[in-house]
């Protein structure tokens, strides 16, 4: 006979099975959020260690471990936050997926990083400050490790909020404020900072210029034709031509300069012989891809989304060689302080100091990365593959102008300046077309102005917030990296 209560035992514990299940899904929610902090911590511990293993023992060792965990820790906010330059129009142009951007970002950056980031580096942030002003090499030390945990802290705030700022600007602010609260205010030279200043203007506006007028040409040779396949056809290849030439000019420049030496004006000539080369290659490929496609917008987008990508690809290979000096930078010079005794403002920077950085870089764009893609790419203002292709190519074509006229460019300026040139064009092309469809055909209908604002093709309050993040990127890492150093300064005594 059958147990009239086993009934009410399983009830009472599949009820019991069900709160279990529900604590399970309760802690998952929990975690989640910790597993990537969780992850970086480890990889900066591992850091730590490094330093540890390769540097070996004797005195300033815990100056040299200190040194690469806070290093580990900025090279982990510029892939962060810097890396999202580069991907971020792709990804909102859906050319490719978060998971491929972050794939090829990892891997272009740490190639970038670890082959052409060059042996010898400038570790005063680009003779921000005199290294003789200093009285000892103790206080050098101190100046550096103040201006990477600044710089670090002010990129890690910056990616919070949702800002894309310049690594470069936050490592020389941080360089500065160290410099001052060292050796006062006549360690700084002031003609240098007075460049990186006007770059905040120059850098932004120059790549949203240059992406501005990339668009236009593509809307009047291309999309507003009668036969858009025939006209892409003809133009597709010219401006695969640019960007080749552009991308081997910036990479000549900024990407292999550690590793041959060459002018600009050679620079520019592999350039154009690359361009060429790429213009002759590209034209059977276009005009078989676009075999079928139909006479209409959402075609064009297919023939741009590999040069796209390519493109995306070549700047953060550049950014990876270029950039990678602000993490380990400093760094390395307290190495070389810390090992010779003797301050130098050029310095051999170690493999595993190198490897730190890259790959610093490359977990930083991984575990915290999508964030500032997804602002880069899809919150500023609505990206197509050929908006983004405009952004892309802006942003070589300026680096290479600036190189010419001498000028201290951001990386992060002109990518973000190129977003909002490309937003702010169609706002005016927009508004234009309107005005003149209604100057043909008069409908009466008169839009509120609370409507016109409304329909604003770029976000205000990003625009806000991001400008505001690069005007006081230098002064907020200058005084952190200021009172950071008079606070390690009292501890050590």
Sequence with gaps: ?????????????????????????AAQYVSRPLVAPGIALVFIVLAGLIAALFFGAGGGTLTVVAAAIFGAYMALNIGANDVANNMGPAVGANALTMG???????????????????????????????????????????????????SALWVNLATWVGAPVSTTHSVVGGVMGAGIAAAGLSSVNWLTMGKIAASWVISPVLGGVIAALFLAFIKARIIYTEDKIASARRWVPVLIGIMAAAFATYLALKGLKHIIKIDLLTAVGIGVAVGVVLYLVSIPLIRKQSEGLENRNKSLKVLFGLPLVLSAALLSFAHGANDVANAVGPLAAIVHVTSVGDIASKVAIPSWVMIIGAFGISFGLFLFGPKLIRMVGSQITKLNPMRAYCVSLAAAITVIVASWLGLPVSSTHIAVGGVFGVGFFREWHTERRYRANNAKKPTGKVLAPEERRRRKLVRRSHFMTIVAAWVITVPAAAVMSGLIYFLMKSFTG
């Excluded at 740490?110 to 921000?128: M, N, P, R």
């Design 1 to 25: 006979m059958a147990d009239p209560n086993a009934g009410k035992v399983w009830k009472t514990l599949d009820k019991d099975l069900g709160r279990i299940s529900q604590f399970e899904y």
């Design 100 to 150: 491929g951007a972050i794939f090829i970002a990892a891997l272009c950056e740490s190639a970038g990083a670890l082959l052409a980031g060059g042996d010898v580096v400038s570790t005063i942030a680009k003779g921000i400050i005199d290294p003789s002003g200093m009285a000892e090499a103790s206080v050098f030390v101190l100046a550096m490790m103040a201006a990477l945990i600044s």
